[in-house]
């Protein structure tokens, strides 16, 4: 018997959550093996474009941190990972079918667009339980 993978086990936590990401997120799913930790899991991911320069990207709220993933062919990976500690704020704002996410971290605001308007408010919740939790760590 094989063991499974870690980014199957990764799909089967999407999927264990009812999110499915779309082929855009594709790339950024096959980083996750290598961002994560083995027994770090995922609460929930949201999939948009960053408003500066119009990556699509995702952000994964973990069990313990939110991270940004950019993967992007010219311009290689980026991952950026805070503790919930660090975020101030989150806040999303919707339109008519979609939504965009705002996070406050210490003195910079990451805007995310393009993110769908269910997902957003998910998303927001999910991340807003993790920030009123005593810090955690690990």
Known sequence: MSKKSRLDEIRDELKNLNISPTIFARKEIHELPDILSADEKIVSLV?????LNNHHIILVATDRRLIFVDKEFMYG???EDFSYSKISSIQYETAFLLASIDIQ???DIVE???VGKYHAELFCEKVRDFMSRPEQHF
């Open 112 to 114: 995310i667009d393009g």
């Open 47 to 51: 999939e948009g474009r960053n408003k």
């Open 77 to 79: 990976l980026k991952v």
């Open 105 to 107: 971290v210490t003195d």
